[in-house]
């Protein structure tokens, strides 16, 4: 058993964390042992770009919390000091990240090239920052690092490991380490063996992980994987069960996971007490990496878009906030919602072949408005053995559910989409949606009336087009424009849009899916006028207060 004893920013006043790990436990926090839902998050703040804010930071932490997550893994660099602050005053646990690659390039002129001179400078900062944050609960060394699989990047994984623990003997060291990118060389010979590499591209997911149990694998990354606390492994689910023989002492954290595949990670963290979490690429939606996670139809997915795509698209959370249909979907399975969840697949792909990579969701929205007598195809999500819906009080029957899931087929018809979910017969929850009608109207609502002057403070103020009872008109979509005045200036405007040429420093958008957010900066005490107009839509104001922090 590893016992660490963790004395956070609290310990000053003799408060201290106790963190154990063994396999037959797992990972216990005060004697108490959890599991780690988690979400990996990137570097940006959606329409903000890269910059931090406290606020900005805070909001992030709040809702990822609110959607079920209760750990963060920081991708793939130190978390800032906002972050850490916000996921101490709200309970969430930190995996701190240090380094995206050691001595072996990712990309012309990047960090390799700094990392013998700067390493242990970079890993001193780091702990120095973290070590008084009760959040912070272990290390990561690196991100993919593809000479973990060779004698000389092991001896750096100890290197690293100890550095970290020769400064803060009280958290654990991980490295989230990519298992067919630490055999890369030896593909070829993979090949060889039989393993049928050609078909299993048509899948990443599968790729990586019949690559990750294979002898080579093994036998490569046995030595990396024995100087750290916790063995962190991204795609690698196929080795949970097949370590648990292996090395039995082994404790497991799926650092990096699809989103498409928490239904089956999760039912392998219940049976194996050495995989202590799962960490779901990713968490919030990114500037980057441009549609790994986009809907794609056909015969053979491509890994990325073309300009000017901009998103992932692969976040439960969108940039703006709001959160997707998977979100929902992982809140069942992690069972923390009962209620079942609505999301229809949007009719203009009706009937073509879904081929999404492994970190693509279903191209659904929970949206019951669409064009009269266009075929569907209508999700519900729900822990239940089975799910009743209807259209405006019509019963399309029932469907067993699998892995969290059902579908139906019917025709769009205005009104209202009800699903009903039952176990054992009983009725357990119910999801309804309702139609948008009438004229479309523009709404602007700040998530707080009264912000500070200082400390990093932001307004968010969601944009919507809705009817006159508040449903969301998703088909409605028009250019936003947005004027502040008084004691604030607009620091971005921006919507969920995956790809755009639009800026997130201009006074328009386009709304998507009938939303885009405006995020207003402070500039000192007094009052903040944000008028919003849209074509075919009566101009809504926001006032917000600014106030001195102590007034």
Not at 172 to 179: C, D, E, Q
Not at 284 to 306: F, K, M, N, S
Request: with cysteine; charged share 25%; glycine share 8%.
């Amino acid at each position: 058993m590893v016992t660490r004893v963790s004395r956070s920013a609290a310990g000053r006043t003799g408060t201290c964390t106790t963190l154990r790990l063994d396999p037959e436990h797992g990972l216990r926090i005060n004697g108490e042992s959890v599991k780690l839902r988690g979400a990996c998050v990137h570097h940006d703040n959606g329409p903000l770009g890269a910059a931090t804010f406290a606020r900005a930071e805070e909001r992030r932490v709040r809702i990822l919390k609110e959607a079920g997550f209760n750990a963060l893994r920081m991708s793939h660099h130190p978390m800032s000091r906002a972050m850490l602050d916000a996921c101490d005053r709200l309970g969430m646990l930190v995996v701190d990240e240090a380094f995206d690659m050691w001595t072996s390039a990712k990309s012309p002129y990047d960090y390799s090239l700094s990392f013998p001179e700067w390493w242990e400078r970079d890993i001193e900062a780091m702990v120095a920052k973290d070590v008084n944050h009760p959040s912070v609960i272990m290390y990561s060394i690196g991100n993919e690092i593809p000479e973990t699989g060779t004698p000389s990047g092991a001896a750096w994984g100890r290197r690293l490991a100890e550095k970290v623990r020769s400064l803060d003997g009280t958290r654990y060291v991980t490295n989230a380490i990519n298992n067919m990118l630490a055999v890369m060389d030896e593909l070829v010979r993979f090949r060889q063996q039989g393993a049928g590499i050609n078909i299993l591209m048509a899948d990443a997911g599968d790729m990586m992980n019949a690559v990750a149990v294979s002898d080579v694998v093994t036998e490569r990354t046995a030595e990396s994987y024995s100087v750290l606390d916790v063995a962190g492994m991204n795609y690698s689910d196929s080795r949970y069960a097949l370590d648990r023989e292996k090395f039995p002492d082994r404790i497991i954290l799926g650092t990096e996971t699809f989103p498409t595949r928490i239904d089956r990670n999760w039912a392998l963290l219940q049976r194996h007490s050495t995989v202590i979490g799962d960490f779901t690429w990713t968490g919030w939606d990114y500037l980057g990496e441009v549609g790994i996670g986009r809907p794609q139809y056909g015969d053979r997915p491509v890994h990325t878009a073309p300009y000017p795509y901009l998103l992932a698209g692969c976040g439960d959370i969108d940039i703006t906030g709001h959160r997707r249909p998977a979100s929902y979907y992982r809140e069942i399975v992690f069972g923390l919602r009962t209620q079942p969840y609505l999301a229809v697949q949007r009719p203009e792909h009706h009937g073509e072949t879904f081929i999404g990579s492994p970190w693509a969701w279903s191209d659904t929205i929970a949206s019951w408005t669409w064009p009269d007598g266009a075929p569907v195809t209508v999700e519900v999500y729900a822990d239940a053995d089975e799910v009743e819906l209807l259209v405006n009080d019509r019963s399309l029957g029932r469907q067993p559910v699998d892995r969290f899931r059902t579908t139906f087929e019917t025709t769009y018809e205005p009104g209202e989409l009800l699903a009903i979910a039952y176990r054992d017969g009983a009725e357990t929850g119910r999801d309804l949606l309702r139609s948008a009608s009438g004229p479309t109207l523009l709404r602007a609502e700040a998530d707080r009336s009264v912000i500070a002057a200082t400390g990093g403070d932001l307004a968010y103020v969601s944009l919507t087009l809705t009817d006159a009872n508040g449903t969301l008109h998703t088909s409605a979509d028009r250019t936003v424009q947005v004027e502040v005045s008084g004691a604030g200036v607009l620091a971005g405007l921006g919507s969920a849009a995956p790809s755009t040429e639009e800026r997130f420093d201009a006074t328009e958008r386009q709304t998507y899916d009938g939303r885009a957010l405006a995020v207003v900066r402070p500039t000192g005490p007094g009052k903040i006028r944000l008028l919003a107009s849209a074509p075919g839509c009566a101009p809504v104001e926001v006032i917000i207060d600014v106030q001195e922090e102590n007034a």
